[in-house]
Structures are given as structure tokens and as C-alpha cells.
């Protein structure tokens, strides 16, 4: 049992199989039957195949990994959970790289594709980052990870932060929902 580029998979089923039997990236997992000895990773994500394959990871989905087994550098620009920052950079900087929450907002390079909502303050993450739209340039400008800093008018989620960034009582939560605003400490309900 000849396995010339240490994939885990014979020559004989890479031939079989249609893959290349002396390129370690070119295997189906499935076809694993050996020890893997090559220390590729081949989907750039900073764990070597071999260690992907020991934790039930997929070693050719770049989003498939345990953060922990990160052993490399990691050479994808994937963004695996969608929060603007790529794996690389957050693996770099100490963020959770499968956190849309867990990152810093200076570390953003890609667009944010998640829809949450970090601080509760209704507004999603992409929002305050990129814009309603998608578009940073009309992007509300806000910290996603302040409660307190938003655009009233461009809460979209229900509110789930218990702040009141006003001081005059009553939470932004409510302020929104009996429609004052929760920047303005004379509107309230008591006054209406």
C-alpha cells in the first residue's frame, strides 16, 4: 500500500479515485484509510490536515477547524463568522475567530456579513459598521459594541440591551417601543 504524498489515501484509490496520488491536497477524506503523514493544510486555516482529520474537522473547508489545533500560519482570508475580520487577523489579535461577536472594530477589513446584534441596542453589527445598505460609506457610523451608540433609526431588532443611555429612567427598550427617544432625556412617556 503505496501512499507517495502521506494524504492517507493509496495511490491506487487516488488513481481510482480521479485525484492526483503524488499531490498531498488532492485526496477525498473519504478515501482515507492510511495514517496521514503529510504536514500540508491545504485549506490555509492554520491546522495541518493530518490534525484536522484527528479532530473531526474537514481539512479542505477553511471554515472547518478547531481553533485550538491552529499550529501554522494561516494563509486563507476566509471571515468564517462573518463579523468583517478575517480568521488570520483574529487568531493574530486573540478575538474567537467563530464568534461573530469577538472581534476588535479596528481589525475590520472584509464586510460584515453576520446579522447579529452585539450590544443589544437593535441595531445589527453590519448596520453600524457598513450601513443599512451594505454600503460602509453610508454606514451609520456608530460602535457596535456600545449599547448606547446608535442611530434610533436604524433599529431594526428587537432591543435586548437593559441600558438607558438618556438617564431620565426608562430604558431604550421601551423608550423605542412607545416611540420617545432614547437619546433625549425630556422624551419620555411621563411627559407625553
Known sequence: MVDCDGDGVTDADEIAAGTDPNDACSYNVVDITLAVTSTVDCDGDGVIDADEIAD??????????????????????????????????????GTDPNDACSYNVADITVSVTSTVDCDGDGVTDADEINGPDGDPNTADGTDPNDPCSYDPSSVTLAVTSMVDCDGDGVTDADEIANGTDPNDACSTMLQM
Open 56 to 93: 473531526g474537522t474537514d481539512p479542505n473547508d477553511a471554515c472547518s477547524y478547531d481553533p485550538a489545533s491552529v499550529t501554522l500560519a494561516v494563509t486563507s482570508m476566509v471571515d468564517c463568522d462573518g463579523d468583517g475580520v478575517t480568521d488570520a487577523d483574529e487568531i493574530a489579535n
